[in-house]
């Protein structure tokens, strides 16, 4: 059961920020405190500064804060997971009036004036544009202090997790596309005359460089500061090399995103879910032994107080919600079926035959009372364990330990050293997920960097299935979007080659008319709804 301490606590931090951060606009145009204001109230009472460093992971989650309320999907980041999980092939659901991310199912979100690219954007920009005015508040990044080293810390964290994020969706991947335009730099130097003089885009390469230079300095500064985060919705040394860890794979710096994962494994308390920690329902409680980093949920929140409008009613099977009622997410069957027997995440589905392995009486009888279809997962549970419950009040993860070790296995084997990478990638799979599991050659089959790599994405699709990941792991490996067999719907059966402009998303109609340095023929070449294939 959740621990009921965190509601004080995250009512007292959004008191605080409720006089302290900045309102924003929905673009990064749209600034309407200055930072000079800003700075001046945090100088009169430094308390400030913590709570502007409180608000800036409560822009993970939210409910109509981006359109107003009558968007069910304006969720933040989560929805920012919903959303890209969908335009993928692993993740399958119907396009149906209760869903409300049909637009990545069916593409039709390659239009600029589309929600999903305005969410994704937004969202990443409000959250950098806090970030920047901690950053610029604080004023160096080389303060004496420890509690501004920390504070620090996690703005620049936050920001490159951002602009690590909007990289991977508004333009193809980086290796071979270094010199390809990304998207705005925005910091905490050029933010005060970005919304008067606009902000160009910048390549790929550019916006890699902002990345892990905050990374760079984030992780210098944990390393220099004795104090410790209030709970995991803040980051600390771990998460700061687990983030490094993901840009270095993407990348393709694959020592150092071998040496940045080995790190966050032996800078976190984090251990691997066990087998019997995940043969049923779970995922959905931050204090979990595996998370990292998370977002915390309160019953109080507003997505959970909306009753419907929130990460577990599009995504949970057990409980009131959207998914409930049609929106089903479902596993793509042909993955589902190459899952052996003897793992403990076969149960994470039902199965061909509707049914379960890791639910309990209740749980069956709800799903077969509601025509539960096949294929649904049955990963996250409920809240606190309530069937059927309506109270969607989740935590929802944003990095988990089980992660770091499959970035060590890749990175290992990318690196020249690919029999090191299959015994990291064997370890942790027989240990935790299946006893069975061996990632051996097979008679005639040479152990390459590239067959281990191959296998770690396998894990990863099933072991993150549903937390964000799969659309940009799809991407940065580059391969082709292929839903044959999966089991979409007849017109959303894609086959989408790498490298394809529908893979991409549009920088939204509302950033391109308010921002003087961007015009139409800046955006991303127009690309055309894919045309659907035959099984």
């Known amino acids: 059961m959740k621990n009921f301490k965190y509601k004080f606590i995250a009512s007292a931090f959004a008191a605080l920020a409720m006089v302290s951060c900045n309102d924003l606009d929905t673009a990064p145009m749209g600034s309407t405190v200055t930072t000079t204001q800003k700075s001046e109230a945090v100088e009169a009472n430094p308390d400030r500064i913590k709570a502007s460093i409180a608000a800036i992971p409560a822009g993970f989650y939210n409910f109509g804060k981006l359109t107003g309320e009558g968007n069910h999907n304006d969720l933040y980041y989560a929805a920012t997971m919903i959303f890209t999980d969908s335009r993928g092939m692993d993740m399958v659901s119907d396009d149906i009036g209760y869903n409300w991310f049909a637009s990545s199912v069916d593409y039709t979100d390659i239009s600029a004036t589309n929600f999903t690219p305005y969410t994704i954007w937004t969202t990443a920009y409000k959250q950098i544009e806090s970030a920047n005015s901690v950053v610029k508040t604080i004023g160096t990044y080389e303060p004496a202090d420890d509690d501004l080293k920390h504070y620090l810390a996690q703005a620049l964290t936050i920001r490159a997790f951002d602009y690590y994020t909007l990289a991977q969706y508004f333009q193809h991947t980086y290796a071979g596309n270094e010199d390809k335009p990304c998207v705005l730099i925005i910091t905490e130097e050029n933010m005060d005359a970005v919304p008067n003089s606009g902000c160009k885009r910048s390549t790929v390469a550019e916006v890699y460089a902002q990345i892990m230079s905050d990374l760079d300095c984030a992780i210098e500064l944990l390393s220099a500061t004795s104090v410790t985060r209030e709970d995991k919705r803040y980051v600390d040394l771990a998460v700061a090399y687990g983030m490094r860890a993901r840009v270095n794979l993407v990348m393709n710096n694959w020592a150092a995103a071998a040496a940045d994962a080995q790190a966050a494994i032996d800078n976190t308390a984090a251990t691997p879910y066990e087998a ?39 995504m949970g099977s057990l ?70 419950t309506s109270t969607n009040a989740n935590d929802i993860p944003l990095m988990r330990v089980e992660e770091m070790y499959l970035i060590l296995a890749e990175a290992q084997a990318m690196a020249g050293d690919p029999a090191t990478g299959a015994a990291t990638l064997e370890n942790f799979v027989k240990t935790y997920r299946d006893p069975e599991y061996t990632c051996a050659a097979k008679e005639g089959q040479e152990l390459t960097a590239a067959l281990v790599q191959d296998r770690v994405w396998f894990q990863r699709r099933i072991e993150l299935w549903g937390e964000g990941f799969s659309y940009a792991d799809m991407m940065r490996l580059k391969k082709d979007l292929d839903r044959r067999g999966a089991g979409f719907e007849a017109h959303t059966t894609f086959y989408i080659p790498t490298g394809d402009n529908a893979l991409i998303l549009p920088i939204p109609q509302s950033e391109i008319e308010a921002n003087d340095m961007l015009s139409e023929a800046d955006n991303n070449p127009t690309a055309s709804t894919p045309e659907p294939v035959t099984e």
């Open 319 to 388: 409980n009131y919600g959207y998914a409930s009622v049609g929106a089903w997410r479902k596993i793509n069957a042909a993955l589902y079926a190459q899952i052996p027997a003897t793992d403990v995440r076969k149960g994470w589905w039902l199965n061909e035959n509707k049914q379960s392995p890791n639910l309990n009486a209740e749980q069956a009888a709800y799903a077969a009372a509601n025509s539960i279809p096949a294929y649904t997962h049955m990963k996250f549970g409920c809240y606190n364990d309530v069937t059927g």
């Open 276 to 314: 019997s920690d995940v043969d049923h329902p779970g995922f959905s409680d931050i204090e979990d032994a595996s998370w990292m980093w998370g977002i915390l949920v309160a019953e109080t929140d507003r997505p959970v107080t909306s009753g419907i409008c929130n990460f577990p009613s599009h």
